[in-house]
């Protein structure tokens, strides 16, 4: 059973306007959620993290926001740009994101972002 | 669908030995298959690329002779850390990719090896 859920495989969006992706969880041990950012032939990178004690976390462009009672977090892009596309994991954690033994990731299986010009 | 398993997910060892980590496919062919290794503050770094049959494409500063991956079929790819030692202490996950690219990877679930 997969307890990080990204359901929706795409998302296009015109350059310049929101993109909101989504992700759903179905472990409540989770307490720490993050965002990865995939190009092309690269490993994943880190993009923006959130801890379970907020419901918003802000980074220039980038937002999450986290709905504990759903147990569902969305990541909003704004402005969108071209340079936004590529695949986006969600990724879950019962460590509180400190890594080593407690920090063992648990990844959604991605949305291919699309920013047309 | 598209689910991958890593087997063991948790193991212990002692310093020299070697250790033997499974990525699985359950259904579906995996074509590439991808090793990555997390560090503190959940970054991950990408070790290696392997194709069904054909030797691992390893990344920079990635020692080869000491992460041996063998991707033997489409459904699996193994990665050995041989002479194990503390410093190797991590959380290895495996991905795979079912096509000819590799915009969408299913993640395992990961292998904490804890070396003593």
């Known amino acids: 059973d997969q307890q990080v859920k990204q359901n929706s495989p795409s998302l296009s969006v015109q350059e310049g306007r929101i993109s909101i992706l989504n992700c759903d969880y179905t472990n409540s041990m989770f307490d720490y959620f993050l965002w990865y950012k995939k190009y092309p032939a690269e490993g994943p990178t880190f993009l923006i993290s959130?801890?379970?004690?907020?419901d918003k976390n802000e980074d220039g462009r980038f937002t999450v926001f986290l709905n504990k009672s759903a147990k569902h977090l969305s990541l909003h892009i704004v402005p969108s740009q071209p340079g936004d596309s590529a695949v986006y994991f969600c990724a879950a954690s019962a460590g509180g994101g400190y890594g080593g033994s407690q920090g063992n990731l648990i990844f959604g299986k991605g949305t291919k972002l699309s920013v047309k010009p | 669908g598209a689910v991958v398993s890593q087997h063991p997910s948790w193991v212990i060892c002692k310093s020299g030995t070697s250790v033997k980590i499974e990525c699985r496919s359950l259904d579906f062919q995996a074509t590439t298959m991808f090793w990555y290794r997390q560090f503190p503050k959940q970054s991950l770094m990408l070790m290696a690329t392997?194709?069904?049959?054909?030797?691992?494409?390893?990344e920079q500063g990635v020692e080869k002779d000491k992460f041996l991956i063998n991707h033997a079929s489409l459904t699996l790819s193994t990665l050995t850390v041989t002479s194990a030692h503390p410093e190797d202490s991590s959380f290895y996950i495996c991905?795979?990719?079912?096509?000819?690219?590799?915009?969408?990877?299913?993640f395992g679930p990961g292998t904490r090896l804890t070396v003593l």
């Open positions: 392997s194709n069904e049959g054909s030797k691992a494409t390893y």
């Open positions: 991905s795979a990719s079912q096509g000819p690219t590799t915009d969408t990877q299913y």
């Open positions: 959130i801890s379970s004690i907020k």
